[in-house]
């Protein structure tokens, strides 16, 4: 992820390759992602987000992704100002 203060929502792309699973199994989780990060939009801070999972995230449920989610997009953004990075926006 890559925060961006000049954004005024989250921007999200979903990345599930070959190795997570058939086209029907990614689909299905792609959808399951989308409804997470929708559920969590107004916790996420604006910026460049890309979500992707390995094949054990096809096996979790709605409700484990969504416990799940919350703490990785934090971790990601913690990781993203310690780097002292920013998007077009923002500063250095």
Do not use: I
């Amino acid at each position: 992820m890559l925060l961006d203060p000049s954004l005024s929502q989250p921007h999200v792309a979903y990345a599930l390759g070959r190795s997570v699973g058939s086209a029907v199994s990614r689909n299905r989780l792609r959808r399951r992602l989308r409804e997470v990060v929708r559920a969590n939009a107004t916790a996420l801070e604006p910026g460049w987000y890309l979500v992707g999972a390995d094949a054990p995230a096809v096996e979790l449920t709605f409700s484990q992704l969504s416990q799940q989610f919350p703490a990785l997009a934090r971790r990601a953004a913690d990781r993203n100002r310690a780097r002292g990075t920013a998007g077009p926006g923002g500063a250095k």
